[in-house]
């Protein structure tokens, strides 16, 4: 009698745990994920204000996913009122997102999307202000431009879901596509078991709250100071810091978090060293201003 009623426990807490109204969607959290949350939600940010609606704060973790992890995040509070957010994109050739940054009088930057390293030019869906500037090219990943960072025409910002029929039917008037799909209606999606998931790099990510707050968030790698994350620990991640939603950028030597008066405050990771000096050239950028 007490196997089975054991048995039962278990199976019933399986069911709880794996299940969701949404089809592509699963979270089974073991304790050990449990754990790297809690290490995240419990540890004291080095908090720096830059505007009474934004603040950013960093932290480098010394045993977090079982290794050290340098992680920045920018908290932009009453996103599509008193800030704005656009995607400031190169028209030939490759800008470094801080110059995007300043051209652009932001106060926030951060790398965008995925891009052509040798020609130029996004690679991924991409309309801004109604106008199509890029079509996903031919045989790009699905799963890469699968969801986007959208402004619609009261500013506001979100991340959704690329439509059945495509990008095209997709009505906010700006989308910059990426992906994989991180969190989406407070549930982390499952994800693939490709190299580009399950190895650790670089990595940017942008997310909302429930609150309404819109969170970017960039994780160093390719150091022993920063050692980057696979993309189900960036999506355990953007949970611990509250996203109900939550995609993945470009990463690697791309990710990149500018601020104001400070400058590159992360690790970028194109010059192979753990200093603010090793920024990429990109073809677009998410900013943020008043």
């Not at 908090?47 to 996913?65: G, R, T, V």
């Not at 051209?103 to 951060?110: G, K, P, R, T, W």
């Not at 990426?178 to 998931?197: C, I, M, W």
């Amino acid at each position: 009698m007490y196997k089975k009623l054991l048995y039962l426990f278990f199976s019933i807490c399986l069911f709880s745990c794996a299940t969701t109204n949404e089809s592509n969607v699963v979270t089974v959290l073991t304790t050990k994920d449990g754990s790297n949350i809690q290490k995240i939600q419990s540890i004291n940010w080095t908090k720096n204000k830059i505007h009474p609606k934004i603040s950013w704060n960093h932290h480098q973790f010394q045993d977090l996913f079982s290794s050290i992890q340098s992680i920045t995040v920018v908290e932009i509070k009453s996103p599509g009122k008193r800030i704005k957010a656009a995607v400031e994109y190169a028209t030939s050739g490759f800008i470094k997102t801080s110059d995007f940054a300043k051209s652009s009088e932001a106060l926030v930057a951060i790398n965008g999307s995925f891009f052509d390293t040798k020609n130029g030019g996004s690679i991924v869906f991409f309309k801004k202000n109604g106008l199509i500037i890029n079509q996903t090219k031919e045989g790009f990943t699905p799963t890469r431009e699968s969801v986007g960072f959208s402004i619609n025409k009261s500013e506001s910002m979100e991340i959704i879901k690329k439509p059945i029929n495509g990008w095209a039917g997709a009505t906010e008037k700006t989308i910059l596509s990426s992906g994989p799909l991180l969190r989406y209606h407070d549930v982390n999606a499952s994800q693939e078991k490709t190299k580009f998931n399950t190895n650790r790099h670089p990595r940017t990510a942008i997310g909302r709250t429930q609150d309404g707050r819109i969170l970017a968030v960039v994780v160093d790698g390719r150091s022993s100071q920063g050692q980057g994350v696979s993309i189900k620990e960036l999506a355990q991640l953007m949970h611990a810091l509250g996203c109900v939603d939550a995609m993945n950028l470009d990463g690697g030597g791309s990710s990149t978090v500018w601020i104001k008066n400070s400058g590159i405050v992360n690790f970028p990771s194109d010059n192979k060293m753990y200093d603010h000096q090793g920024e990429r050239a990109v073809v677009n950028a998410i900013i943020f201003k008043e």
